[in-house]
């Protein structure tokens, strides 16, 4: 049982809830006490998560213009509050040298990961936090901070997403934090063309689980971290010191022997 951090009662809206570290999310917001609402692109998967949960759900794509109002409205007329967004949902498409990129696939990928996680703060902000307050997490990643064979249109946008996360902490302060939470290789969807392949040699002997990152979120999310706002959280394992230790990164020669299943 997650303990509750000052999280019961409250009421969080999880993008990309159904699967890997947004259903993990999800789980760990409910456990602590929270109300829930996930959305996710699958109808049946959203019906399903939420019935677990004992929350409600909304079946789109956070691509969508329409998706953060109705989202941010559902939560509302059903909970009566918002006071956690977690911006979870993200695309690693288009996958590829940039020099090659579909200039519809690389606009696609900044929809998805950045430009909706913006709409998705503002329609909150303007019904609810702006008044009450309360807290967002950004699933960020660990490449954004470094370049990486064929992950340049998903990193670029992660990093966009880091420093909006920055921007927006400095504007919506004092009455709303908003942080960010940067995973390593975790054991998801997303990442199965990675890890599927084998071990992967890190300082803390593993690659992630979702319930690893998910932590990170439901504690930066809570009054736990009350006097952290503009921060981002490493959640990757030790990646970034791999350096100290002989051999090279695994993942890199897998990035560019292999490409992501199309979810």
Sequence with gaps: ????????????????????????????????????????????????????????????????????????????REFGRLDVLVNNAATNE???????????????????????PLRLVREAWRAWLREHGGSVVNVCTEGAAHVGPNVGAYGTSKAALLHLTQQLAGELAPRVRVNSVSPGLVRTEMARFVWEQG??????????????????????????????????????????VRAARPGGYAVHDRLRSSAPRPS
Excluded: K
Aim: aromatic fraction near 4%.
């Design 199 to 240: 071990p992967v040699e890190l300082p803390l002997g593993r690659i992630g689980e979702p319930e690893d990152v998910a932590r990170a979120v439901v504690w930066l999310a809570s009054d736990a971290a009350g006097w952290i706002t503009g921060a981002d959280l490493l959640v990757d394992g030790g990646t970034r």
């Design 94 to 116: 288009p996958y590829g040298p940039l020099m090659e990129v579909d200039p519809d696939a690389w606009h696609e990928a900044f929809t998805v990961n950045v430009e909706a």
């Design 1 to 76: 049982m997650t303990s509750s951090y000052g999280l019961n009662g409250r009421a969080a809206l999880v993008t990309g809830g159904t699967r890997g570290i947004g259903l993990e999310v999800a789980r760990q917001l409910a456990d602590a006490g929270a109300l829930v609402c996930v959305t996710a692109r699958g109808r049946e998967d959203v019906r399903r998560v939420a019935g677990e949960l004992g929350g409600i759900g909304l079946a789109g794509s956070v691509a969508d213009p329409d998706h953060p109002r109705a989202a941010v409205d559902l939560v509302l």
